[in-house]
Nanobody, 120 residues
Framework: QVQLVESGGGLVQPGGSLRLSCAASGSIFSINAMGWYRQAPGKQRELVAAITSGSMTNYVDFVKGRFTISRDVAKNTVYLQMNSLKPEDTAVYYC??????????????WGQGTQVTVSS
């Protein structure tokens, strides 16, 4: 069982910045990747950024150059630094962990979500 706790969301002006944190706890054999998804009202949840255990990163086009994902292995924490925020970034942001409960058996875990609101 793995628990993910997100923090760092809030209200910010357009052009501002926020840093989201996701702390993982519990027991799992290994971590393959962690990432951030978001879901806006009336829209389906979508991938924003991901980072593998080998520190390879991937970003969707609409956040490239603005968002940065990073991971602190010692703290079991993944971060999403969000700069130049736009109203279109308003959504609930969810942390995701993809891991192996045992070799070859993968599972996905989700946090409760943290609200990000970009508005003047």
């Amino acid at each position: 069982q793995v628990q993910l706790v997100e923090s760092g969301g809030g209200l910010v002006q357009p052009g501002g910045s926020l840093r989201l944190s996701c702390a993982a706890s519990g027991s799992i054999f290994s971590i393959n990747a962690m990432g951030w998804y978001r879901q806006a009202p009336g829209k389906q949840r979508e991938l924003v950024a991901a980072i593998t255990s080998g520190s390879m990163t991937n970003y969707v086009d609409f956040v490239k150059g603005r968002f940065t994902i990073s991971r602190d292995v010692a703290k079991n924490t993944v971060y999403l630094q969000m700069n130049s925020l736009k109203p279109e970034d308003t959504a609930v942001y969810y942390c995701n962990l993809n891991g192996n409960v045992r070799p070859g058996v993968r599972r996905d875990y989700w946090g409760q979500g943290t609200q990000v609101t970009v508005s003047s």
